[in-house]
Antibody
Framework: EVQLVESGGGLVQTGGSLRLSCAAS????????MKWVRQAPGKGLEWVSY????????YYADSVKGRFTVSRDNAKNSLFLQMNNLRADDTAVYYC?????????????WGQGTLVTVSS | DIVMTQSPDSLAVSLGERATINCKSS????????????LAWYQQKPGQPPKLLIY???TRESGVPDRFSGSGSGTDFTLTISSLQAEDVAVYYC?????????FGGGTKVEIK
């Protein structure tokens, strides 16, 4: 079955760090660009980060630039998001998402999400 | 940044009736090199991740019922559900997949009247 499964979410204090992981199965991660998208409780969707299939190109939303780092390990079919200096407004469900092809900005597969709660 | 503005915020439609959702981008998402319009629509049901319905403004994703259709060009787009079914109750988002930052509309909640 083609799927994405996120892990690593949880409760963290303001200023703390978390590392999210996304395990892909049923397809080869190396063939696709990947994104992280988040959704604050009761709110809409916010794109967080993009990484191309070979990691040669990465992009971040201004709201997380300098604090979050996206990476991938194609050999392990895994995607990661290192989140540092977390703030209350980073509280959200974080979705791992797959694009169409190696450099697409479209999203055609989403994980179930992992909840990150940042509290003082 | 390309700002995506959806309207209405919510709408209630009777079963079997048409639902129309609008999305406006602050600048064109038409790529001149390939004449493709980089606009997508997603459906999100409660407690679930979003699901891709439409891309390139009007191309239906595999497996999506044909009562869902997308139209529009340039900066103005529409998602139409031709005959609303109970399982279509959800929040619908438009997204431009033209450039970063990738941006979504604020969402439109569709309910049964």
């Amino acid at each position: 079955e083609v799927q994405l499964v996120e892990s690593g979410g949880g409760l963290v204090q303001t200023g703390g760090s978390l590392r999210l992981s996304c395990a892909a199965s049923g397809f080869s991660l190396s063939d696709y660009s990947m994104k992280w998208v988040r959704q604050a409780p009761g709110k809409g969707l916010e794109w967080v980060s993009y990484i191309s299939s070979t990691s040669s190109t990465v992009y971040y939303a201004d709201s997380v630039k300098g604090r979050f780092t996206v990476s991938r390990d194609n050999a392990k079919n895994s995607l990661f998001l290192q989140m540092n200096n977390l703030r209350a407004d980073d509280t959200a469900v974080y979705y791992c998402a797959r694009g169409y092809g190696s450099a697409s900005f479209l999203i055609n597969l989403w994980g179930q999400g992992t909840l990150v709660t940042v509290s003082s | 940044d390309i700002v995506m503005t959806q309207s209405p915020d919510s709408l209630a439609v009777s079963l079997g009736e048409r639902a129309t959702i609008n999305c406006k981008s602050s600048q064109s998402v038409l790529h001149s090199s390939n004449s493709k319009t980089y606009l997508a629509w997603y459906q999100q049901k409660p407690g679930q991740p979003p699901k891709l319905l439409i891309y390139w403004a009007s191309t239906r994703e595999s497996g999506v019922p044909d009562r869902f259709s997308g139209s529009g060009s340039g900066t103005d787009f529409t998602l139409t559900i031709s005959s609303l079914q109970a399982e279509d109750v959800a929040v619908y988002y438009c997204q431009q997949h033209y450039t970063t930052p990738l941006t979504f509309g604020g969402g439109t909640k569709v309910e049964i009247k």
